[in-house]
């Protein structure tokens, strides 16, 4: 397949870029970092802004929270560089392919 489309994993049917569900077998589709992993960005920014605001002298400890909010941001954008690609195709179980 070339870059304006998605091979479907389930059916093998090239799916445009744009589509949201598989035209051969009505797969959706799922693009980018799973949410897990933006949760899990969100939760580590946090904990590095607490650690390094508590090293801080308290009248600069909102530069910990800075540096914090800083380390939420490049997570985002590298989980967003790294799945740049990354498309998965997800069926419900009740659902049977055609026969």
């Not at 077998?25 to 799973?34: F, S």
């Not at 929270?65 to 419900?92: E, K, P, Q, S």
Request: hydrophobic share 45%.
């Amino acid at each position: 397949m070339n870059r304006t489309h998605y091979k479907c994993s389930y059916c093998d049917t090239g799916v445009l870029r744009a589509a949201r569900f598989c035209p051969g077998c009505q797969a959706e589709l799922h693009c980018g970092a799973p949410v897990g992993l933006y949760l899990f960005a969100l939760v580590a920014a946090i904990a590095i802004g607490a650690a390094c605001s508590s090293a801080l002298p308290e009248a600069e400890s909102w530069a910990g929270w800075l540096i914090g909010l800083a380390a939420w941001v490049a997570g985002w954008g590298l989980l967003d560089w790294l799945y740049a690609n990354h498309v998965t195709f997800r069926r419900n179980r009740t659902d049977r392919p055609d026969a």
